[in-house]
């Protein structure tokens, strides 16, 4: 394998793994209540956003980032106890605005709180690159990598182990028949947003070192999560792991061989030709309509 | 008397051709004339993605690409090629048409929030090959565009290409009420309601989908063109994915299946902007906190909601007189 092809698929990997986590939120949302969040990317904005205001203002870099974690959950708390919940029985379009307004909200807080410019966030073990085969990686990668790979099993634990986590799962296959068997469908629906903006916001706590974040960052890092979770099929955990990393390599493979001012347009003509030949994405099952 | 008043199509008729006639008259100078005809372009757009979204329930979160491959078709045409605005007009509608054909032919059959993402990915890569390609679009800082001149007639200034918008709105509004009630209109709104039942009824449920979706993409392109010849630049933000979204929060803010709800769902995107303009961060949060906060409240849309709330007592006294 020639190092400049491992280069790429190393930049690509670490990319991946952002847009996995940002498609994991979107997935758990979308299981637990059938909405498509259009505030996902928000999460992983605030995320960073907070995590580098904080440090800036003197907080230690590890708290600070567990802090931007937690204001981030409490917004997705928020969102679910006062935008979602009241508009239950909404037609799919207009939870689908809902959503736009509450990331206009967040990103105007935002913007007002903290103003239009980027923020950075240190490295968390330094910025020499190592090593590898030829090719470099950045040590903050490896971390991306880790966490990410560390919350896919932590997530797979969960849902797979726990008592609530499996309550989830029963909510997405069928409200009603969990709800009968006891499940707190409201708790699941609250525990999901809460998750998932965590989730989000551990992405952007992590990348922000490398890529840095302002107001408006979160617009194109959810479209491309939902690009990421679509491609796996919505609603799939190994859906949105596979789509996200897959999604990362095409584009940076397509930066580094074909056009780096095309690679936004990567994830959205990929897209266009899994639903055109699979439309119900890679993994996603083969959905049944009632008549 | 009162249901016939707000059944028929007459009365909205009137008060819209009204105040479009009255406005001019009314706007104090160049700066609301303007504001007027953007929301003209708006509420045409809305009608356009109306037809498709609320009355025949397919969703689209990439319509601006139509509007901006309009724009550009004619931009590109008249300033590198020297083509007669008029003929620039008609092929870029007919090359977006043939576009919206090929796309509508595949993804039409998605449902739900994959045809949401499949219609968002077509708006998005329209703008960045209009970003990319800047031999020919000027890149991101856009390109100007020359007047437009039909049978020796130029329209300039903002009060003559009023009426040149407000013509068309009008116009709009007439030929999709016309549509909307007619068999082919109907077929739409069967559809809607069951793809299966509407198919068992004897409709060809893709062809119409597919008619619905080139016309509401030819009509964007077509005022897409005009408003590029209006403003006189173009810019690739105008086929943006916030542009396809402000589409969307027109028609569902205002009314899915109504074409006055569009009409004033326009009129509230256009008029916003202009009262929270200069408040940064402030603007965007009164944005959101009213989207989601009429979809919660009012979630079939304002219009339909009002009407539906005028008509209940209404009738309920005419039935008390019949007796």
Wanted: with cysteine; net charge positive.
């Amino acid at each position: 394998m020639s190092s400049e092809l491992l280069q790429f698929i190393l930049s690509g990997v670490t990319l991946g793994a952002t847009y996995t986590l940002a498609a994991l939120g979107f997935s758990m949302i979308y299981n637990a209540s059938g909405v498509i969040n259009f505030a996902q990317g928000e999460f992983i904005m605030v995320g960073g956003m907070a995590a580098s205001f904080l440090t800036a203002a003197g907080v230690p870099l590890p708290l600070a980032c567990v802090l931007g974690v937690m204001v981030a959950g409490v917004i997705g708390w928020l969102i679910e106890r006062f935008a979602i919940a009241p508009a239950r029985d909404a037609e799919v379009a207009s939870i689908i605005i809902i959503t736009i307004g509450v990331s206009m909200i967040v990103r105007g807080f935002t913007e007002i709180l903290l103003g239009k410019g980027a923020y950075a966030l240190p490295h968390f073990s330094g910025e020499a690159p190592i090593a590898l085969a030829g090719a470099t990686i950045l040590p903050q990668s490896l971390w991306v990598l880790a966490v990410c790979a560390l919350i896919v099993a932590g997530l797979g634990l969960f849902f797979g182990r726990t008592r609530i986590g499996k309550g989830v799962l029963a909510t997405s296959y069928n409200r009603l028949a969990a709800q009968l068997v006891g499940v707190d469908v409201r708790k699941v629906l609250t525990l999901s947003f809460v998750l998932s903006a965590a989730i989000g916001a551990v992405g952007g706590v992590l990348v922000t070192p490398i890529a840095t974040v302002s107001f408006d960052t979160g617009v194109m890092l959810g479209l491309k999560g939902f690009v990421a979770a679509t491609l796996g099929g919505l609603g799939s955990g190994p859906g949105a792991v596979f789509g996200g990393l897959f999604l990362g390599l095409i584009e940076a493979l397509t930066a580094g061989y074909i056009s780096s001012s095309y690679k936004d347009a990567v994830p959205f003509v990929l897209v266009f030709i899994v639903l055109v030949l699979r439309p119900q994405g890679l993994l996603g099952a083969k959905p049944t309509d009632r008549i | 008397m009162t249901s016939l008043f707000l059944n028929s199509r007459w009365p909205g008729l009137a008060l819209l051709t009204v105040v479009v006639m009255a406005l001019p008259a009314i706007l104090p100078n160049a700066f609301y004339v303007d504001v007027a005809i953007r929301i003209a372009i708006l509420a045409i757009n809305g009608i356009a993605l109306n037809l498709l979204m609320g009355y025949t329930g397919q969703i689209s979160l990439g319509h601006a690409g139509f509007f901006g491959l309009g724009a550009y078709g004619s931009a590109v045409l008249t300033s590198h090629f020297g083509v007669p605005a008029l003929l620039a007009l008609l092929a870029s509608a007919a090359f977006t048409a043939v576009i919206a054909y090929g796309v509508g032919r595949v993804i039409l059959r998605l449902r739900g929030h994959y045809l949401a993402m499949a219609t968002l990915g077509l708006g998005i890569i329209v703008s960045i090959v209009l970003t990319n390609e800047a031999a020919w679009t000027g890149g991101p800082d856009g390109m100007a565009v020359d007047g437009f001149t039909l049978f020796g007639f130029t329209p300039s200034g903002e009060r003559q290409w009023y009426w040149v918008f407000a013509v068309l709105l009008v116009g709009t509004v007439v030929l999709a009420q016309n549509l909307i009630d007619s068999p082919a209109g109907r077929a739409l709104q069967a559809l809607h309601g069951s793809e299966t039942a509407a198919a068992v009824a004897g409709i060809s449920v893709r062809q119409r989908k597919i008619a619905v979706f080139v016309l509401s993409a030819t009509v964007s392109a077509v005022l897409g063109s005009l408003t590029a010849h209006y403003s006189g630049y173009v810019n690739p933000g105008l086929a943006g994915f916030l542009q396809s979204v402000e589409l969307v929060i027109i028609v569902v803010l205002g009314g899915m299946a109504s074409i006055y709800g569009s009409v004033f769902g326009a009129v509230i995107m256009g008029v916003l902007p202009q009262v929270l303009a200069g408040y940064e961060g402030w603007d965007s949060v009164a944005f959101g906190v009213i989207m989601a906060a009429a979809m919660i409240f009012l979630p079939r849309g304002v219009v339909p909601s009002l009407t539906a709330w005028l008509r209940s007592p209404n009738r309920r006294r005419g039935e008390g007189a019949a007796c």
